[in-house]
Nanobody, 115 residues
Framework: QVQLVESGGGLVQPGESLRLSCAAS????????MEWYRQAPGAQRELVAS???????NYVDSVKGRFTISRDNAKNTVYLQMNALKPEDTAVYYC?????????WGQGTQVTVSS
């Protein structure tokens, strides 16, 4: 059974940093691409960053230069380092993996950026 568990969210001030973690189980983690999404109140879920099994990364334009996605295959964990946070980054952040045409999601972790 695929399970994703996110952690690391919280309340920070603009300009501060957070690192999100997503621990995966039930899959051979190293062979799957991993993704981070976010969903703000009243908005659609948005793909923020992705990392392939080989370590290639992609980002939505709004976070380029501020966010970094990485993975540790020994720990079955994907990370999202978020620097220079802005109020518009406030959202619930989810990690996701696609296995045999099915998208699996974690429970999400809340990130709130406010002064």
């Amino acid at each position: 059974q695929v399970q994703l568990v996110e952690s690391g969210g919280g309340l920070v001030q603009p300009g501060e940093s957070l690192r999100l973690s997503c621990a995966a189980s039930g899959i051979i983690f190293r062979i799957f691409d991993m993704e981070w999404y976010r969903q703000a109140p009243g908005a659609q879920r948005e793909l923020v960053a992705s990392i392939t099994s080989r370590g290639s990364t992609n980002y939505v334009d709004s976070v380029k230069g501020r966010f970094t996605i990485s993975r540790d295959n020994a720990k079955n964990t994907v990370y999202l380092q978020m620097n220079a946070l802005k109020p518009e980054d406030t959202a619930v952040y989810y990690c996701s993996v696609k296995v045999l045409s099915t998208n699996y999601w974690g429970q999400g972790t809340q990130v709130t950026v406010s002064s």
